[in-house]
């Protein structure tokens, strides 16, 4: 029962999607299956907030190896629950001036919306700026010439790299002959990007549509079980 | 009071001046209005050409000499209910009124907010900034919402997957009588029991990130069957697994999976469920946990099943760092070189997908990569049927547009590739130059 249940419902929920993709009658049964995930996923942050309360509470009980952090954890955690949902900060809408919670709770210049500003965008910009770094390490690795293959990647990376800076240009500005002038980096750039990768993105892509549908096909014929922790 | 009394007719000769003086836009033209094709009932198209005095219109070349007084602002679209086959109908609705607004240059407009089978009428005229308003361009005739019974649009799509699962569920049906199929190894699939292995041996946990999608996605379900296995195999090793997740719903289902994993292995009393726990939703902090836990607790094995993007190759370069076994499987292209550059196998779209079947070894499973297979083949026979058509086409015939060539190459873009439908032979549009599709 534990399994068929939630077998029986992902395959009705499925097959209404994909009707709801043709059959224009169906088309709102697709967006009250979308509703009603949405439904379900707000549920389903409680148990998740839930869960990480749990798991560093447990760790601050018993002062497990840096159980300080936990406590910053939590504090961040219940501070901005309560700046968002007693909306701290927030004016009333001036339509319905005389509710208190009546604003928007992510009003500019209200708790939340500082919180977000002054915290959560200069906290994930600096996680997203250390990706230059792991592109260079990554970079590195990968354009060693090793063999044929990897000089060639080498060869095509520098081609690109600089044609997409100014130096592309700068390197063959004025001395190479009309006739010539696809050989400059910024046009074998664009060569490179417009012909052999789109060629190679497109066949990946093709690739994983029809893996798509052939997953979704097998979880739709309960051939495949294995989400529900079947075989 | 005399002196003032004298000015009146001059004030009001002076404001009939002024009455005059003001001009109007010129009206939009050609007012057509149709059912939306393909739709539950529940929008009408309308359609005008531009007015004269419209400074986007392509058709008025001096628009410099445009008065600025006649320049159109807007557009004001009306409608009133012409016919509602017996329902009960508001004086609002029977009457003219304002339904939109659309800005200058723009031609169309679609009215969502009609009701199946009621008739309705249109008009439009210009408005400029004045808000002196044109003369109402009224439509030639109503229209009536209908509802399709099927979307035409997708005709193809559906004929193809019809195909496609035809494929599949021959191939199921051949496994069922137990004859083997023969599938290529996978490597990166392969490696799980090896990196299992390791983890094992170091006494070091295994970590498994499921992507940053949720549990709709059918990238966390495929990251899912993965996850199966590999939980099962560090139940049989007595290795420890961990799995941060980004979605609440997906922690809830890795913890089944896990958990039924664990059972099937035999070992129910090794399973720690707090070791399947949600992090946050948001992308960089879930990444800055990950990586966290990556340095302290240096797990020696990484998989990394499901939908990817920025932080790919933070993950991956991190876990490289800290030499960790890496594999990886995703359909993000987009990221899948990042995975190739910093992973020791990487499971690339299709071969993610076909995970579930390869490492369940069930020959029902197996049957459906087979059916994928001969769905590719498709694919590629369209492919070189399009490619040939384009080739003799660009080669043969001068005017792209004509001829047996460009006919099926545009049936095969637009009505089989686009959104035409099944349409009639070389009736889609015909400019070849510069199309991406």
């Given at each position: 029962?534990?399994?068929?249940?939630?077998?029986?419902?992902?395959?009705v929920a499925?097959f209404v999607l994909l009707i709801a993709n043709f059959i224009p009658f169906a088309e709102g049964w697709g967006l009250t299956a979308?509703?009603?995930?949405?439904?379900?996923?707000?549920?389903?942050?409680?148990?998740?907030?839930?869960?990480?309360?749990?798991?560093?509470?447990?760790?601050?009980?018993?002062?497990?190896?840096?159980?300080?952090?936990?406590?910053?954890?939590?504090?961040?955690?219940?501070?901005?629950?309560?700046?968002?949902?007693?909306?701290?900060?927030?004016?009333?809408?001036?339509?319905?001036?005389?509710?208190?919670?009546?604003?928007?709770?992510?009003?500019?210049?209200?708790?939340?919306?500082?919180?977000?500003?002054?915290?959560?965008?200069?906290?994930?910009?600096?996680?997203?700026?250390?990706?230059?770094?792991?592109?260079?390490?990554?970079?590195?690795?990968?354009?060693?010439?090793?063999?044929?293959?990897?000089?060639?990647?080498?060869?095509?990376?520098?081609?690109?790299?600089?044609?997409?800076?100014?130096?592309?240009?700068?390197?063959?500005?004025?001395?190479?002959?009309?006739?010539?002038?696809?050989?400059?980096?910024?046009?074998?750039?664009?060569?490179?990007?417009?012909?052999?990768?789109?060629?190679?993105?497109?066949?990946?892509?093709?690739?994983?549509?029809?893996?798509?549908?052939?997953?979704?096909?097998?979880?739709?014929?309960?051939?495949?079980?294995?989400?529900?922790?079947?075989? | 009071?005399?002196?003032?009394?004298?000015?009146?007719?001059?004030?009001?000769?002076?404001?009939?001046?002024?009455?005059?003086?003001?001009?109007?836009?010129?009206?939009?033209?050609?007012?057509?209005?149709?059912?939306?094709?393909?739709d539950a009932?529940?929008?009408?198209?309308?359609?005008?050409?531009?007015?004269?005095?419209?400074?986007?219109?392509?058709?008025?070349?001096?628009?410099?000499?445009?008065?600025?007084?006649?320049?159109?602002?807007?557009?004001?679209?009306?409608?009133?209910?012409?016919?509602?086959?017996?329902?009960?109908?508001?004086?609002?609705?029977?009457?003219?009124?304002?339904?939109?607004?659309?800005?200058?240059?723009?031609?169309?407009?679609?009215?969502?907010?009609?009701?199946?089978?009621?008739?309705?009428?249109?008009?439009?005229?210009?408005?400029?900034?004045?808000?002196?308003?044109?003369?109402?361009?009224?439509?030639?005739?109503?229209?009536?919402?209908?509802m399709q019974a099927f979307n035409?649009?997708k005709?193809?799509?559906?004929?193809?997957?019809?195909?496609?699962?035809?494929?599949?569920?021959?191939?199921?049906?051949?496994?069922?009588?137990?004859?083997?199929?023969?599938?290529?190894?996978?490597?990166?699939?392969?490696?799980?029991?090896?990196?299992?292995?390791?983890?094992?041996?170091?006494?070091?946990?295994?970590?498994?990130?499921?992507?940053?999608?949720?549990?709709?996605?059918?990238?966390?379900?495929?990251?899912?069957?993965?996850?199966?296995?590999?939980?099962?195999?560090?139940?049989?090793?007595?290795?420890?697994?961990?799995?941060?997740?980004?979605?609440?719903?997906?922690?809830?289902?890795?913890?089944?999976?896990?958990?039924?994993?664990?059972?099937?292995?035999?070992?129910?009393?090794?399973?720690?469920?707090?070791?399947?726990?949600?992090?946050?939703?948001?992308?960089?902090?879930?990444?800055?946990?990950?990586?966290?836990?990556?340095?302290?607790?240096?797990?020696?094995?990484?998989?990394?099943?499901?939908?990817?993007?920025?932080?790919?190759?933070?993950?991956?370069?991190?876990?490289?760092?800290?030499?960790?076994?890496?594999?990886?499987?995703?359909?993000?292209?987009?990221?899948?070189?990042?995975?190739?550059?910093?992973?020791?196998?990487?499971?690339?779209?299709?071969?993610?997908?076909?995970?579930?079947?390869?490492?369940?070894?069930?020959?029902?499973?197996?049957?459906?990569?087979?059916?994928?297979?001969?769905?590719?083949?498709?694919?590629?026979?369209?492919?070189?049927?399009?490619?040939?058509?384009?080739?003799?086409?660009?080669?043969?015939?001068?005017?792209?547009?004509?001829?047996?060539?460009?006919?099926?190459?545009?049936?095969?873009?637009?009505?089989?590739?686009?959104?035409?439908?099944?349409?009639?032979?070389?009736?889609?549009?015909?400019?070849?130059?510069?199309?991406?599709?």
């Amino acid at each position: 029962m534990k399994r068929t249940v939630p077998l029986i419902i992902a395959i009705v929920a499925g097959f209404v999607l994909l009707i709801a993709n043709f059959i224009p009658f169906a088309e709102g049964w697709g967006l009250t299956a979308q509703e009603w995930f949405n439904i379900l996923a707000v549920g389903a942050m409680i148990l998740g907030g839930g869960n990480l309360i749990k798991l560093h509470l447990m760790k601050i009980s018993g002062q497990r190896k840096g159980w300080g952090y936990s406590i910053v954890t939590i504090g961040c955690f219940v501070g901005t629950l309560i700046f968002g949902l007693f909306k701290i900060g927030v004016h009333p809408n001036e339509i319905y001036p005389s509710v208190a919670w009546s604003g928007y709770y992510l009003e500019s210049g209200s708790g939340l919306w500082w919180i977000y500003q002054h915290m959560i965008v200069p906290l994930t910009s600096m996680m997203f700026a250390m990706l230059a770094f792991y592109v260079a390490t990554a970079a590195f690795r990968a354009f060693r010439a090793k063999n044929t293959e990897a000089t060639l990647l080498l060869v095509t990376a520098g081609i690109v790299l600089l044609g997409r800076t100014y130096a592309g240009v700068w390197l063959f500005d004025g001395w190479l002959p009309e006739s010539m002038q696809w050989l400059r980096f910024d046009n074998l750039t664009v060569w490179i990007m417009d012909i052999p990768n789109t060629a190679g993105t497109r066949a990946i892509t093709i690739g994983i549509a029809l893996g798509v549908v052939a997953t979704s096909l097998r979880i739709l014929l309960g051939v495949d079980r294995s989400y529900l922790g079947q075989d | 009071m005399r002196i003032r009394t004298s000015f009146l007719p001059v004030f009001a000769l002076l404001a009939f001046a002024s009455l005059a003086g003001a001009q109007s836009p010129e009206p939009p033209t050609d007012v057509v209005i149709s059912d939306t094709p393909n739709d539950a009932g529940q929008s009408v198209e309308v359609y005008w050409a531009l007015s004269e005095t419209d400074i986007f219109n392509p058709l008025n070349t001096n628009v410099k000499e445009t008065d600025p007084e006649m320049i159109v602002a807007t557009y004001s679209i009306e409608r009133k209910v012409a016919n509602t086959h017996g329902a009960d109908v508001s004086d609002e609705d029977s009457n003219w009124r304002k339904v939109s607004e659309a800005g200058a240059g723009e031609s169309h407009w679609t009215d969502r907010s009609v009701h199946m089978g009621w008739s309705y009428d249109y008009r439009v005229c210009s408005v400029d900034n004045q808000g002196d308003a044109s003369t109402w361009c009224d439509a030639h005739a109503s229209v009536t919402p209908t509802m399709q019974a099927f979307n035409m649009a997708k005709a193809w799509l559906a004929i193809f997957m019809l195909v496609f699962g035809l494929f599949i569920a021959y191939f199921i049906n051949h496994a069922r009588t137990g004859k083997k199929l023969w599938v290529r190894k996978i490597a990166g699939l392969e490696a799980i029991d090896e990196a299992v292995g390791r983890a094992t041996e170091m006494g070091r946990p295994v970590l498994f990130v499921l992507g940053i999608q949720d549990i709709n996605e059918i990238q966390t379900l495929a990251g899912l069957t993965v996850l199966s296995r590999v939980a099962r195999t560090a139940a049989e090793y007595g290795a420890q697994i961990e799995v941060p997740t980004c979605r609440s719903l997906v922690m809830a289902a890795a913890r089944e999976t896990v958990e039924a994993a664990y059972l099937s292995a035999g070992a129910p009393d090794a399973y720690q469920p707090d070791r399947i726990h949600y992090l946050t939703d948001e992308q960089f902090a879930f990444v800055a946990g990950v990586t966290g836990y990556m340095v302290r607790e240096e797990p020696a094995a990484c998989i990394y099943m499901g939908g990817f993007y920025a932080e790919s190759l933070i993950l991956a370069e991190t876990g490289n760092h800290i030499g960790a076994i890496q594999v990886a499987g995703t359909a993000m292209p987009s990221q899948l070189p990042f995975f190739v550059a910093s992973c020791d196998y990487t499971l690339i779209g299709e071969e993610f997908f076909a995970a579930s079947a390869y490492l369940s070894g069930d020959p029902l499973q197996i049957g459906s990569l087979k059916g994928q297979d001969y769905g590719k083949f498709l694919s590629v026979l369209i492919l070189l049927i399009g490619i040939f058509f384009a080739t003799t086409v660009s080669l043969t015939e001068t005017d792209e547009s004509a001829g047996f060539g460009a006919g099926a190459l545009n049936y095969i873009k637009y009505n089989m590739l686009g959104s035409e439908g099944l349409g009639s032979f070389g009736s889609g549009e015909t400019d070849i130059e510069g199309d991406d599709s």
